[in-house]
């Protein structure tokens, strides 16, 4: 890195030259963290069609040669897949209706209303998203086992319409707050109560948002490991990811590593495809925040 | 199918029954706390939010400090014990230190790389170069790839005999004349392999939300310290660094709540036992392996004291390093 002082010294045309190597050389540093980000991807689905001969290799072989397609098939049969894909598919789709619906009616309130207390129980909000999951762990799976529905689905999708994402919510309520409050008043002038002023004026402004917390959404239910695992006894109740976990095998098992490539490449399409269609929204949702999930 | 069904319909039961009770609240705040309404109005509308944190969050929280006193194997009556849980804990129980211990070095050691590689991710990201979109998505990347697949991807490169970091690294190996190391079967080197792999976790949410940061810095502050003679590093530290600390403290803050409550990643990568589980390992375990409720309530009240002592301290610390736009308008 050039210093100022140096610059001047040696005159414009050596700072020129300063500056095409210093242009050169965050160059070869992107291009060369970006080989490191990409060679796991390459070396996962370079697995996934590799032989089971030539999974131990040594030195390990990069190119599977040839390409066996066929243990892409071979692995999503090796268990009920197709099952767990349906359960998956099902949690996922109930639990962001929900979670869309009731985070941007809670989000609204928030941004919008006030009552005596309303800031303290944001703030109470706010600091939720910092509570360990496993400390309501236990209690909040006795209070399922007390409705007996522990190895139902559940547990897994009906808390979603208590708007359960603190993180979606805060927002949510961001992206409400940059709306000019002329768009309530014009809309209660024209006669429109609150429902219809909500689903008609500020729901079509805030659509970037509601896509955002759709993608954050949709990864959180699919990423879902620990709630699935806990309440789904039943096999064949098992969501993708808990059926991974049995297909890992037991603790001394050897595991098939170019099946379960396959399966980790399989399970990350969906979320690596959401993130290329709508990269935008997801990029804009964690910027406007500064927060993750 | 018929379970599907069943959930499906008490599924769409739910919202009916918030709603009844938004409305329920909505009356009683008009009639009783003689509230206006709008602000009637506002509670109603927050409400599945307040209904859910006292069913699911602040009920559950209490009652699992009530259960780490008692003794309870989930269908079985639950018997107060006091501390003995803790006493057990803190004095006899062979995993607990170890699992207190591998649990606080990994966020402690983890959190400075994440927090300082992000940041210099971001910045070499902000350059003005050829291409820099397609850059930015693939240094987004590893933050879309599943848990699960990022575990088993790592457990895979990590692989003793044949995975592709001991042949990258296998050179050096033979320099100093050592074998290959065991990565999650050698309690020695688990933790470096989970600090290792936690520098993927550089790159991705952190790394945008630094940039965000970055490209909020006037730019006439850097113009400003230029003409007065300041270097890239000092301006670095004295204009940079200031600026985006509020990111920081929440990145740092954020990062470590999420380091000490790793789960999913080690459930799958399996390190061998002797190198201490994760303190949600161990919760899970003793909760829904062993069933013992009392003695999970109270490492996972454990877990939570020490995320809260170290936020905290964090927090304590903000008066100085954090700067705040408001403070240089005063």
Redesign the interface.
Known sequence: MASTHAMTRRGPSSYKLMRQWYRALIYVTVIALAVVILVPFFWMLSTALQEEGDIFAWPPKWIPDPPIWRNFPDAWNAMPFNLYLGNTVYIVALGIIAELASATLVAYGFARFRFPGSEIVFLILLATMMLPFHVTLIPTYLIWQKFGLVGEFDPLVLRAWTAWGPFYIFLLRQFFLTLPRELDDAAEIDGANWLQTFVHVMLPQIRPALLAVTIFAFRGYWNDFLGPLIYLTDMKKYTMNVGMYFFMGGVNEAPQWNYLMVMSTLIALPVLVLFFVAQRYFIEGITFTGMKD | MP??L???I??LL??VA?TVAAALLYVV?RRL?K?NG?????????S??????L???A???I??FY?SFTENN?FGRTKWVGLDNYIRLFTVDYEFWPSVRITLLYALLSLPIGVIGALL?AM??N?K?RG?GV?R??????A??????VA???R??F?S????IN?VLSPFFKLFGIGKPDWFGDADFVLAAFIIMSV?GI?G??T??F???LQGVPRSLYEAA?ID?????RRFLHITVPQISP?IL?QV??GM?GA??I??IA??V?PTSAAGKFM?QL??ER??AQLD?GE??AI??V??VI?LAL?LLVFRSTPFWVHYETDVRR
């Open positions: 379970s599907h069943a959930t499906f008490r599924w739910v919202p918030l705040a706390l509230w709008r602000q009637a109005l506002g509670l109603a509308m927050v599945p939010w307040i209904i859910g944190f069913v699911f969050t009920y559950p929280l009652y699992s259960l989930l991710i070499l990201l350059n170069i820099i850059f998505t693939i240094y987004f990347l590893p879309v790839l599943p848990e699960v697949a088993l991807l790592w895979w490169m692989n005999e044949v995975g592709i042949y993927w790159f949410t952190n945008v939300v940039l965000a940061g230029q003679g300041a270097g890239a590093f990111v929440l803050i954020m709540i000490l409550q789960f999913t459930m799958f399996r949600n919760v899970y909760g829904f409720m999970a309530s996972a009240w877990l939570f995320i936020t």
